[in-house]
């Protein structure tokens, strides 16, 4: 096999060894360097795929197990994928450390998402040829762009992920990319027809027609650039092939498209199709008893002129209505589209339905039941049957006058008919089933804020989720809207950007906004921007004014049909923090109970007003939630959302302060007061569902303490932030744990709490010393002991003395270190605290160390460890993930003491013992330290194997720190690497074959 032929067009050769390169757009294949790699099993292929089909973009876990499962996922489908991941990481990057992400696939949330550039995937490099074909078609310059998308087009090899698709989730997204080839092939078709040079987009469009050969634009350029090409004689077979294609199989005859390419072939002619008027059958004669005139509806509305993006979609709803026409079926396919107001449901369906219009020979209907208004002003099932009769050619004298005497009218006008029905709209299953025609050669589509489930339950339809559309969809959307080139300049491209974030991407707002630019021509963007950033202002700044549907208006509309604790619970959800939030918390905002604010919350769930994302978290809209935001400070009174924002901070509060109760269970907790009827606070048993809630909540929290340092909160900000410092701390946290004591700070202080202020001061000065400012810790620490000296507070004090111990050790100070850890010592032993006394011992014999007294340290060290033997035995079952990481940092001691001893091995071991320990309890500084001191002694001892082997480890540690570390632990790792690597390369030059060279 020679080099081009195992290798893709474009990527680097065998020179470049590590250069990856990934083919989707065909069979999936993948190459480093010149070589061709084996991606694995069928499962672990289809999972690469689907990934690059939707690089750059969040796959969630559910999404994934249903596109590899569908509807028969095995118990183990999430542990399978992990797996999988971790294969394709080390197939991708031979060299990445196990546990580390890599440069390709990255954790997003509960999924993943695949980053690639055009160098490395083709569909990337594929969609930008094809954007710089539009943008070159947008400045009139057809031959650049015909250039384009020749670059694209060559890029494809086939369907896409070629045989991997087991379920319609994965077809629907395979067929996406499918689908930008069509349209691509389609587009510079077009071009090479009209520049007389149609020979060039020959082979794209066989190829094209061969992956679909159903799709009949397709096969209509291919037929017109034939004959444009002089190939008369094959433009009329493949025209004979797709007629009988069509004939045999679907039962339909070609549409309007491929008609006019057919006839222009026949007559050699290039003038332009002429649009075709709705048929109408004659009446019948006069004389004859026939009560209807029977005609050929085309009531579709028209279509969007700047539809823009929705290819998943699309190709998703050509896969729901792919069973058109089966005979198998006694009704017709309904496929029902469902999300929030203004997400663009109607515009979908609407475009969809144009284009597949041509199949259906007896015509399209079409009706707005107005489901989105009251009950009272949409459509009741007999008006609908009226509309449609009228439509059908029934006049008025012939018109039932009984409901069910129009639907069995209906149903027989529509029987075995190929019809196209559009329900825009509808409130409830029952608006549709009985506009069902009685034809299984009809398709239906349907609209609808809320998901149709008794139309999918008893009418077999299927449901549609339709969400906001991705970033480049709505960047197209806004920019092709905007007046003229003026706002559309590169300089303007990162405000437009954030414009498009802070509408969140919504369709209607989009629109709305680009009309209110077209109308005031003198109206910045950055003016706009800034309404917008104005979360007051923002829904105001997308009114689309009298009679024009906006986001507020969309909104309103399914606020309206609530009921009345729904409609509660909606306001009162504008105040949930950023993150989200859990129906327990929902609870406590509500103050009603977690039975019925579940009943309201998957109310609001169905209205499309909030979503349900994993882990029970629920969140809105941005849009969405500032119209909350706005009904919240109009019908609640002061008190009202006074005592609801309290709730809320008081959940977190409490739930915080009994998850830090499981993580230090014998360290005396901060009082608090009791919390409001109605808080019902979360209540984790173990340290593992502590430590879950502290990461599910994490930014909630930080945001709480945001929020009590307002007036009348209904909390203490610094009990708060006291409670989650040791989460923090432990997982590495070190930038938000500052951030949260600052803000308790400035509130103690403003208030006059001058214990709480003492409070504060030690944890911001223990989080400063984690970020190595030993000035500002060792101030910091002096005025939280002088207010814990004057309140005679023996607890905090020593706590305070034990901090300065590591702050006057970091300085290298150790006698003045020495003393501190003394004092604490005292203080603990009075109080009768063990856990206390064992963090003094090992302070004690670190600075006894230290100075050279190795033996004192010992002895100390060892009467720390059966200190925390005897704590294990009292305290039985109660685990203390505290009394855990003091022993893991007193073994850190007596390793360092045993190294100075010369006992390697042994040192050795404490270390390893160490480093387990604070991974069990997830403490991610320690366990750093611990592998990084191992490291240095293994590669000191000549270990190198060993040595690299605990460098390894600790890598995959500080991977795991948010943002990667801190400043000064990177910094330790990139001497550790410079450490080994001088190591290595002197047992080299020692080696007896280095010598003998």
Known sequence: MTAAARYPAGAAGPGHPDTVRLQVMGPLRAWRGGAELDVGPRQQRCLLALLLARVGEPLGMTDLVTSLWGDQSPASAVNVIHKYIGALRRLLEPGLAPRTTGSYLVRTGNGYRFT???????????????????????????????SHYLEALRLCRGTAGESLADSPAATAIFAGVDGEFFEAVVAAAGFAIRLHEPARVLSPLRLAAEMDPFNELVHAELVTALAASGQQAEALAVYRTIRDRLVDELGIDPGYALQEAHR???AQSAAPPVEQAPRTVPEAAPGTPPLVRVVRPAQLPPELSLFVGRTAELAALGELAADHGDGARSGPPVVAIDGMGGVGKSTLATHFAHRIADRFTDGQLYLDL???????????????LRSLLFALGVTAAHLPDTFDARLGKYRSLTAGKRMLVLLDNVRDSAQVRPLLPNSHASLVLVTSRRPLLGLAAFDGAHLMRLHVPDRSSAQQLLQLRLPGPGHRTAEHG?????????????????????????????????????????????????????????????????????????????????????????AEACASLSGLGLASTRAELAELTEAALVTEQEEDRYTSHMLVKAYAQELFQDTETPAERRDAISRLLQYYLHSSHHAQVVLAPHRLPVALPPAMPGVVPTRPTTYEQASAWFAAEREALVDAVRRAAEPDCGIVPWQLAVTMQQYLQWAGYFQDWEG????????????????????????????????????????????????????????????????????YEAFGRDEEALAQSQQALVLYRALNDHLGVTFSLMANGRSLARLGRLEESAELLEQALVLHEQIRGRHGATWDATSVAAEAETRMAIASNLAQLGRPDEAAAQLELSARMSQQISQRPNQFEALRRLTELLAAEGDTAGADSAFSRARTVLAEFPGGGPEHLRARLVALADTLARTESENREKSPSARRG
């Open 370 to 384: 107005l489901g989105d208004q009251n009950e009272h002003d949409s459509l009741q099932p007999g008006d609908t």
């Open 494 to 582: 990162a405000l437009l950007d954030e414009i498009i974030e802070l509408c969140g991407r919504l369709p209607l707002a989009l629109a709305v906004l680009a009309a209110r630019l077209t109308a005031r021509p003198m109206l910045s963007l950055a003016s706009v921007a800034a309404d917008l950033r104005d979360g007051a202002r923002r829904l105001e700044a997308l009114s689309g004014g009298v009679g024009t549907p906006d986001p507020r208006t969309a909104f309103s509309w399914s606020y309206q049909q609530l009921s009345p604790g729904a409609a509660r619970l909606f306001r009162l959800l504008s105040e949930s923090l950023c993150s989200g939030i859990t």
């Open 116 to 146: 690639a550039g055009p160098d490395s995937l083709d569909v990337v490099a594929f969609r930008d040829h094809v954007s710089a074909a539009r943008a070159s078609s947008d400045q009139g310059r057809a031959q650049e762009a015909l």
């Open 740 to 807: 949260v004591m600052r803000l308790a700070l400035q509130a103690a202080r403003d208030s006059g709490d001058e214990i709480g202020e003492a409070h504060v001061l030690r944890g911001l000065a223990v989080a400063r010393w984690s970020l190595r400012d030993n000035d500002e810790a060792l101030t910091l620490l002096t005025a939280a002991l002088e207010i814990f000296d004057k309140h005679a507070m023996p607890l905090e004090q020593a706590l305070v003395h034990t901090n300065l111990h590591w702050v």
């Open 264 to 266: 222009q072939v026949l």
